[in-house]
């Protein structure tokens, strides 16, 4: 990897669901500034990583640092205000809010005014709404969503929807992007748009992504550095050049015997 302050540490994590082990004493560093690719077959334990990294699960053992802090010290809600901000497979906006409104949901999560402000109406509630306003409207324009601004995010095409829910994670200005298989439901010219986004957004924003997607060829097209799991342990780090020619992950793909895979430098 290159020579970067790291932003993510994810040290020893280890997840467990009764007797079956979802990820094995997993860590990895991932500096800030880069697109990290996180790959592997069905049940490899992305996800798990992931549900991780947004506390919607609690590791059985190790800790997840963002910048030197344990993220599992602190509460739920709280994540989107240290700076990570997650898409979801499985689309999860408000289908009648407009695509704008969309958005600004995101906005609120980093809103400064609190509950009883905005229940109030007080004058710097108004102040913050321009705000969120104002950072709807760039995203808009960054997603080249601003033509479909006004209309129910329900009734647009999948691949805009998918770019709604993109903006909503980006409102909340992350410095850490969790992008969870991001290329689904995707045709060609979508998934080809999808990597010009990723890498457009690593560049003008500054920020660091960790990638989740089954669609290996973007991974390799986007990232800077990538990670292999294969039940629930890392087989293998490096360049996308490194990962495609390392034994370990050609057998998780292609379903060779796991112990007629040559050891590798990079392997875990």
Same mark, same amino acid.
């Given at each position: 990897?290159?020579?970067?302050?790291?932003?993510?540490?994810?040290? $020893?994590?280890? &997840?467990?669901?009764? $007797?079956?082990?979802?990820?094995?004493?997993?860590?990895?560093?991932?500096?800030?500034? +880069?697109?990290?690719?996180? +790959?592997?077959?069905?049940?490899?334990?992305?996800?798990? @990583?992931? #549900?991780?990294?947004?506390?919607?699960?609690?590791?059985?053992?190790?800790?997840?640092?963002?910048? $030197?802090?344990?993220?599992?010290?602190?509460?739920?809600?709280?994540?989107?205000?240290?700076?990570?901000?997650?898409?979801?497979?499985?689309?999860?906006?408000?289908?009648?809010?407009?695509?704008?409104? #969309?958005?600004?949901?995101?906005?609120?999560?980093?809103?400064?005014?609190?509950?009883?402000?905005?229940?109030?109406?007080?004058? !710097?509630?108004?102040?913050?709404?321009?705000?969120?306003?104002?950072?709807?409207?760039?995203? /808009?324009?960054?997603?080249?969503?601003?033509?479909?601004?006004?209309? =129910?995010?329900?009734?647009?095409?999948?691949?805009?929807?998918?770019?709604?829910? /993109?903006? !909503?994670?980006?409102?909340?200005?992350?410095?850490?992007?969790?992008?969870?298989?991001?290329?689904?439901?995707?045709?060609?010219?979508?998934?080809?748009?999808?990597?010009?986004?990723?890498? #457009?957004?690593?560049?003008? @924003?500054?920020?660091?992504?960790?990638?989740?997607?089954?669609?290996?060829?973007? &991974?390799?097209?986007?990232?800077?550095?990538?990670?292999?799991?294969?039940?629930?342990?890392?087989?293998?780090?490096?360049?996308?050049?490194?990962?495609?020619?390392?034994?370990? &992950?050609?057998?998780?793909? /292609?379903?060779? =015997?796991?112990?007629?895979?040559? =050891?590798?430098?990079?392997?875990?």
């Amino acid at each position: 990897m290159e020579d970067r302050a790291t932003l993510l540490s994810v040290r $020893g994590v280890g &997840v467990r669901f009764g $007797g079956i082990v979802a990820l094995d004493s997993v860590s990895l560093d991932v500096p800030r500034g +880069i697109v990290c690719g996180l +790959i592997g077959p069905n049940g490899a334990g992305k996800t798990t @990583l992931f #549900n991780c990294l947004s506390r919607l699960y609690e590791p059985s053992v190790g800790d997840i640092l963002l910048d $030197g802090r344990s993220i599992l010290k602190q509460p739920v809600h709280a994540m989107a205000g240290l700076g990570i901000g997650r898409t979801f497979q499985n689309l999860a906006m408000f289908r009648t809010l407009s695509v704008r409104r #969309n958005i600004m949901v995101g906005a609120h999560s980093g809103s400064r005014a609190g509950f009883l402000a905005s229940a109030l109406r007080l004058p !710097r509630v108004k102040a913050e709404e321009t705000r969120l306003a104002s950072e709807a409207d760039r995203i /808009l324009e960054l997603l080249d969503l601003v033509s479909v601004a006004e209309r =129910p995010a329900g009734d647009l095409p999948f691949g805009i929807q998918k770019r709604v829910e /993109l903006g !909503r994670a980006l409102a909340s200005r992350p410095r850490l992007l969790l992008l969870d298989e991001p290329a689904a439901g995707l045709n060609h010219e979508e998934l080809s748009g999808l990597a010009e986004t990723i890498i #457009n957004l690593r560049n003008s @924003l500054g920020l660091t992504v960790l990638l989740v997607e089954h669609h290996v060829s973007l &991974v390799m097209a986007v990232s800077d550095h990538v990670v292999a799991l294969n039940f629930g342990r890392k087989i293998a780090e490096g360049s996308p050049a490194d990962i495609q020619a390392h034994p370990e &992950v050609i057998a998780a793909y /292609l379903g060779a =015997p796991r112990d007629k895979a040559e =050891p590798h430098g990079a392997a875990a």
